[in-house]
Antibody
Framework: EVQLVESGGGLVQPGGSVRLSCAAS????????MNWVRQAPGKGLEWVSH????????YYADSVKGRFTISRDNAKNSLDLQMNSLRDEDTAVYYC????????????WGQGTLVTVSS | SSELTQDPAVSVALGQTVRITCQGD??????ASWYQQKPGQAPVLVIY???NRPSGIPDRFSGSSSGNTASLTITGAQAEDEADYYC???????????FGGGTKLTVL
């Protein structure tokens, strides 16, 4: 069974940093591209970042470029998101999502971890 | 980057057919995928590609596309289909992804 479990969320002050992690199991992690997607309270989904299976290709949404860093460790089956210079508008549930090999769609999602940026 | 536009809310009578649409220039080049999200839960993929359903998704869900518009159709809507639905595609640069604003489906 494919499982994605996010951790690391919590309350952080504006300008602060937090590191999210996503533990993957039930599939060969190194074979799949991965994404982070976020959802502000009561709002819609927003794509945040993409990393290819070998980490050679990385993309960011304009809203987080230069502040967030995505990375992965295929030996540990883990995906990370380092979030720096946090702003109020970064408050959201952050989901990690697998990119389907054939579909290119986000075929499995974790349950999400909430990051609240507030003083 | 491009945008994907969805109607904020749609309603359907129990057992009837409903179509949820998604408009955007990038849909002329890329297929949309569709996600169902119920309150307090993570999104679930329901349609991807031309018209493909992941394992476990009922066949009352189908997808189609024409020009700059992608559609998700639910034929014979059930009470459990009440949820928010999001479309998703690549933007014109092909490097970024974009989501529609979401459609809240009410089953009457």
């Amino acid at each position: 069974e494919v499982q994605l479990v996010e951790s690391g969320g919590g309350l952080v002050q504006p300008g602060g940093s937090v590191r999210l992690s996503c533990a993957a199991s039930g599939f060969i992690f190194s074979n799949y591209n991965m994404n982070w997607v976020r959802q502000a309270p009561g709002k819609g989904l927003e794509w945040v970042s993409h990393i290819s299976r070998d980490s050679n290709t990385i993309y960011y949404a304009d809203s987080v470029k230069g502040r967030f860093t995505i990375s992965r460790d295929n030996a540990k089956n883990s995906l990370d998101l380092q979030m720096n210079s946090l702003r109020d508008e970064d408050t959201a549930v952050y989901y990690c999502a697998r990119e389907g090999d054939n579909s290119g769609a986000r075929d499995y999602w974790g349950q999400g971890t909430l990051v609240t940026v507030s003083s | 980057s491009s945008e994907l536009t969805q109607d904020p809310a749609v309603s359907v009578a129990l057992g009837q057919t409903v179509r949820i649409t998604c408009q955007g220039d990038s849909l002329r080049s890329y297929y949309a995928s569709w996600y169902q999200q119920k309150p307090g839960q993570a999104p679930v993929l329901v349609i991807y590609g031309k018209n493909n359903r992941p394992s476990g998704i009922p066949d009352r869900f189908s997808g189609s596309s024409s020009g700059n518009t992608a559609s998700l159709t639910i034929t014979g809507a059930q009470a459990e289909d009440e949820a928010d639905y999001y479309c998703n595609s690549r933007d014109s640069s092909a490097n970024h992804l974009v989501f529609g604003g979401g459609t809240k489906l009410t089953v009457l």
